[in-house]
């Protein structure tokens, strides 16, 4: 079973029986507040999104040094207990008759404190649309799932701006956001009826009248040209994220009256966490009853999270029931931290519990495992103690981390998401991963292939990285017994130049690596140094050709558009071919006779192999060649010479292509779909939605502009020779 998002509206959320069930649990009446809860200081009380600003300016504030806050806060946490109930029913019934398990997006627009039910249901879901592609927003939603053990953390991705204007390459980041956020379960939105419908025109029926993304179907051109290569890549991505145990380094208290589901904003703002690569999540003192919620070798949740300590910050909320549980965990060994002093107190009707509460954050700040230390020092203070995350960062960009353990496999798991511009540095992993065996699971193509640079110590396992912007690297660590002979290198590098542009197992026990011009030193001679010690010296810079970009494109436009009855619209599209020659590479919007156009992209030229400077050296040609695309708009699917290259990372878009090359002339294949949006923009007031124009010129939205689409960068051709790596 499944419920979508909670769309409703009312005065103020409410049920017949909710004045008995507060009486019963704060054990006052509620009734001479109501004026407070309908239009009090904290409102809404109704929907948090559609009624943000309801129900207007009127306001009943009480002459209380909160303004009445603290009634609004008992009046939502008996929300919260009702709302758990309703969700509880639903699994129950749901387990029980249909023998199904139940998935709902909890607690969207309601008002209250989101973390509280979570855990209840079995997969809880979240959203791009509302979250806004927010990491934090992410973990203020998987920490509490994640503590209850759910195995599955749902998304439903890709609802944003206007339609048919949704590329791939924003699909990634938002999945890259949501992945590290916690997400281990994509649903893309959305997919729609594509036949003929009432007083509806070409493209056909469209949810949300235009203004909302996204409409999968073969009505797309990527449909045919690159979705498969997505999807796969989401279904790598997933299937990584669902083995084994999610381990978190830290986690962060967080107490709300109200999640702020609009706008989701950061709860923890110092980067020194993500700085060093720590990872981290937030509960709620309502998570704290949960069964894994308990302490054994100084961590919390050891069969869970595993969390290694518990921050709280200054701006937080204190509860009664938080700060015991918090003395209870510190005693038990759980470092605690309060960053930037004392936390605030979460007001409630009850008078009394604030001086109490303030009482026993004194008490605990004195106790052992507690430490008080100021903003922004929390990744220091961690360090000293002796604490690593599980994957540390070392990076001139920025990178979000996940990492799971697998017991039952003995794998553990690294996912690294570049969000920021191309960075390098390297990662660091301690414990048990550091005497396992790294490999690179290649997401879009499925291949499983090993590291052959890193450094080993007696505390951690250091591995280079360099990513591209929006890139996701994956990281397995195997348990040598797992592999075969043939599978574990017999030597590894410690250093490795830049210009050794990749490498492959020779199943003898050695390698090969593959050395390029590129990036070479004039002055100096390069080499490899081995974790035997031994260094093997890279080919002289005569004996490699330069690389060299690929030029005058031919391209064949093919125009995908509306069929002549413009009321035909189960018509995947009307197509029809131009040709363009191209000396160098552009958008679509800049050439002539295709700004407004929408379609596939045959972009085909030639180049000679091997290269004809090849012939004044002394070493014969090289051994191979890898193409770089440099940039890919949306999606790309290449042949050479009649070969289809397996599916390319969008994000860095490379592959070795030597099995495909042959002497003399070679021909490259590249075929680029666009979004539609550009040609439905063009016809967009002819259009009809139901007999209606569409919602995106009458809602008073922004109509986006014309977009980039096609090719718009040369691709590059890297020559490079093979350079055996043994320790013979």
Not at 68 to 79: H, P, S
Not at 191 to 206: E, F, I, K
Not at 459 to 478: C, D, H, M, R
Request: net charge negative.
């Amino acid at each position: 079973g499944w419920e979508d998002s909670i769309e409703v509206t009312s005065n103020m959320s409410w049920t017949p029986a909710l004045p008995e069930r507060f009486q019963q649990k704060l054990g006052y009446t509620l009734k001479r507040y109501l004026p407070v809860l309908s239009f009090g200081i904290l409102w809404p009380d109704n929907n948090v999104n559609i009624q943000r600003y309801q129900p207007g300016g009127i306001q009943s504030i009480l002459d209380t040094p909160d303004g009445g806050a603290a009634y609004i806060n008992d009046y939502r946490g008996v929300l919260e207990d009702c709302y758990k109930e309703y969700l509880q029913t639903f699994t129950d019934w749901l387990h029980k008759e249909l023998h199904l398990q139940y998935s709902a997006q909890v607690s969207y627009n309601l008002p209250m404190d989101m973390e509280a039910n979570v855990p209840v249901v079995d997969a809880p879901e979240c959203e791009s649309l509302q979250f806004g592609d927010s990491v934090d927003a992410y973990r203020q939603f998987s920490g509490p799932a994640l503590l209850a053990g759910k195995r599955v953390i749902s998304n439903e991705m890709g609802a944003t701006s206007a339609a048919y204007d949704y590329p791939f390459s924003r699909l990634l980041f938002s999945v890259g956001r949501a992945v590290t956020g916690g997400v281990n379960q994509i649903v893309l939105h959305g997919q729609s009826y594509t036949g003929n419908y009432y007083q509806t025109t070409w493209p056909g029926y469209t949810a949300f009248s235009y203004t909302t993304s996204e409409l999968y179907s073969n009505k797309q051109p990527s449909w045919d040209h690159g979705m498969s290569d997505v999807l796969g890549f989401l279904s790598r991505i997933q299937n990584t994220q669902r083995h084994g145990i999610s381990r978190i380094d830290v986690a962060i208290y967080n107490k709300v009256s109200v999640t702020d589901s609009v706008s989701f904003p950061p709860i923890y703002r110092s980067n020194d966490l993500i700085n060093a690569g720590w990872s981290w999540t937030y509960i709620s003192p309502n998570n704290f009853e949960l069964p894994k919620a308990t302490i054994r070798d100084h961590t919390l949740a050891p069969d869970g999270p595993r969390f290694k300590a518990m921050v709280v910050t200054t701006d937080s909320n204190m509860t009664l029931a938080g700060v015991r549980k918090m003395q209870e965990y510190a005693t038990r060994g759980l470092p605690v931290f309060f960053s930037g002093g004392f936390p605030g107190i979460y007001a409630s009707g009850d008078d009394s519990e604030a001086d109490t509460i303030r009482a026993e954050l004194t008490a605990l700040s004195a106790s052992a495992n507690v430490h008080m230390v100021s903003e922004g020092n929390v990744a220091d203070k961690l360090t000293s103690l002796g604490i690593s995350p599980n994957i540390g960062t070392h990076t001139n960009g920025k990178w979000l981390t996940t990492y799971r353990e697998d017991p039952s496999s003995g794998i553990d798991y690294g996912l690294i998401f570049c969000d920021s511009d191309t960075s390098s540095g390297y990662i660091t992993v301690t414990g048990p991963a550091k005497q396992k065996v790294p490999y690179y699971l290649n997401a879009w193509t499925g291949e499983k292939t090993p590291i052959f640079t890193y450094n080993v110590s007696e505390s951690e396992l250091t591995v280079p990285v360099s990513l591209k912007g929006n890139q996701t690297l994956i990281i397995a660590f195997y348990p040598p017994h797992m592999l075969s002979e043939s599978e574990v290198p017999k030597m590894h590098a410690l250093e490795t130049p830049g210009s050794v542009i990749g490498a492959t197992s020779d199943r003898r026990g050695g390698w090969v690596a593959h050395v390029a011009r590129q990036r070479r030193s004039e002055s100096q001679p390069e080499r490899i140094r081995l974790s035997s010690g031994k260094y093997i010296d890279l080919p002289q810079l005569q004996q490699i050709a330069n690389s060299f970009n690929l030029s005058e494109w031919h391209l064949t436009a093919e125009h995908w558009e509306a069929p002549t009855d413009l009321y035909e619209a189960r018509t995947t599209a009307r197509k029809y071919n131009t040709t363009h020659k191209l000396p160098s590479l552009m958008s679509w919007s800049e050439i002539p006779g295709l700004m407004n156009s929408s379609g596939l992209g045959y972009y085909s030229t030639t180049f000679e192999w091997p290269p004809a400077e090849y012939t004044s050296f002394d070493y014969g040609p090289p051994d191979g060649a890898y193409i770089i695309f440099p940039s890919i708009l949306h999606a790309i699917q290449v042949t050479i010479n009649g070969h289809r290259v397996p599916p390319l990372d969008y994000t860095d878009a490379r592959a070795d292509i030597t099995p495909y090359l042959q002497a003399g002339r070679n021909e490259v294949l590249a075929i680029v779909p666009t979004t539609m949006w550009n040609y439905i923009r063009s016809i967009l007031p002819d259009i009809r939605d139901q007999g209606r124009v569409p919602g995106l010129l009458t809602e008073g939205l922004p109509i986006p502009e014309v977009s980039e689409n096609g090719l718009i960068a040369e691709p590059t051709v890297i020559p490079y020779v093979n350079l055996s790596v043994t320790d013979t």
